[in-house]
């Protein structure tokens, strides 16, 4: 079975950073990308930063330059976030797309205060 569990949010002020990270277990067959998104309150899901197998990146323009999308493995995937603002509140969550399926994590908690 497999599962994707995402660590590292919390709560920080304005200008901080954090540092999450997501670790998937389990079989997962030719993993295509390693994906972040983030729900505000109120708001839809929205995709962040993608990694892809090849080790492309790509990000939103809202998090360009302050947000960076890494792997340790295939199956480790870190965000690191700088310079937070109040509206990247949200719970963030590690996606992984696969032959295998598409599989997300729990989420994780940020929370920026102003």
């Known amino acids: 079975q497999v599962q994707l569990v995402e660590s590292g949010g919390g709560l920080v002020q304005a200008g901080g950073s954090l540092r999450l990270s997501c670790v998937a277990s389990g079989t997962i067959f030719s993993i295509n990308a390693m994906n972040w998104y983030r729900q505000a309150p109120g708001k839809q899901r929205e995709l962040v930063a993608t990694i892809t197998g090849g080790g492309s990146v790509n990000y939103a323009d809202s998090v360009k330059g302050r947000f960076t999308i890494s792997t340790e493995n295939a199956k480790r995937v870190y965000l690191q976030m700088n310079s937070l603002k109040p509206e990247d509140t949200a719970i963030y969550y590690c996606?992984?797309?696969?032959?295998?399926?598409?599989?997300w994590g729990q989420g994780t908690q940020v929370t920026v205060s102003s």
């Open positions: 996606r992984c797309d696969s032959r295998s399926g598409t599989y």
